[in-house]
């Protein structure tokens, strides 16, 4: 059976630590995201988040990074950041116009990310997944949701999420609720639990264990003992691809987690 793409990456390219650790001593701020894109095959986008890129920025990037790699961008605060989730047409509208585009083919999914605040309303939350179109420019988007209120730890959040083509994010995170539900044709997760002191940021037994989770997902599988929102539905078996990021703890060494993943894979 055919398997879709697996790709492990980190979460931005700008980071001191890694200067020494994950960069050569002597290479140029400037070439860390030209040094980082031949490394890994894709990066997360965190400051896409906090503000807007112009288009040149886009292009640049694009250029910067080899055929192949994927950008995942973090859309912008202002769409998700609301107490009515269904009045961000206009925020959401504004981003995705603020060059997306640019990227072309290297343009990857899009994660919304939800405050910890945020309390899953069904209603609002499906006007929310309305707005979001298929594609932009002609290029195809996915869409990635990213909750972190235990409210969404309910049937009915995967059932809206599938209804739309929208992927739950697995957060393998030490406060957040964790669901793999897949809910999408493609699957998003993000590792949070590494240590520094760990050379690849999880042990060894443990990226075995993550390696073997995205291979079943790129087939089209479900890992039966990563926790689910609904377990009483199976995803459709058919192959995916699969984007996993070391994020947030253990940062230090996640470009080597993220190495190491590959290597497994």
């Given amino acids: ?38 490394q890994l095959p894709t990066i997360e986008v965190n400051g896409t988040y906090y503000g807007s890129q112009k288009p040149a ?54 994660v919304w990310q939800f405050a910890p605040t945020k309390k899953f309303e069904p209603d609002d939350f499906e006007g929310f997944l309305q707005l979001l179109p298929a594609t932009q420019d002609g290029i195809a988007l996915r869409h990635v949701l990213e909750v972190r209120h235990d409210t969404f730890l309910t049937p009915e959040f995967p059932a809206l999420a599938r209804k739309y083509g929208a992927a739950i994010c697995y957060a ?22 590494g240590e520094d002191d760990i050379p690849t940021a999880y042990p060894p037994a443990e990226l075995d264990r993550w390696a073997a989770c995205a291979s079943l997902w790129a087939e089209g599988g479900q890992p039966e003992d990563l926790p689910l929102a609904d377990p009483a539905f199976t995803a459709q078996k058919t192959p995916r691809d699969v984007f996993v990021y070391f994020i947030h703890e253990g940062k230090i060494r996640a470009p080597q987690a993220a190495q190491a993943l590959m290597k497994r894979v």
């Fill in 57 to 110: 920025v886009y292009a640049k990037w694009a250029s910067e990074a080899p055929d192949g790699f994927i950008f995942a961008l973090k859309g912008n605060r202002f769409v998700t950041n609301r107490k009515i989730l269904s009045e961000a047409s206009e925020s959401l509208s504004k981003f995705l116009n603020s060059g997306i585009a640019e990227l072309g083919g290297k343009l990857g999914p899009l």
């Fill in 1 to 38: 059976m055919t398997k879709g793409t697996i790709r492990a990456g980190i979460g931005g390219w700008t980071f001191a630590p890694w200067e020494g650790t994950f960069y050569p001593d002597d290479l140029p701020k400037k070439r860390q995201l030209e040094y980082a894109s031949r």
């Fill in 172 to 193: 393998h995170h030490f406060t957040y609720p964790e669901m793999a539900d897949v809910t999408a044709d493609f699957v998003y997760a993000r590792l949070q639990r």
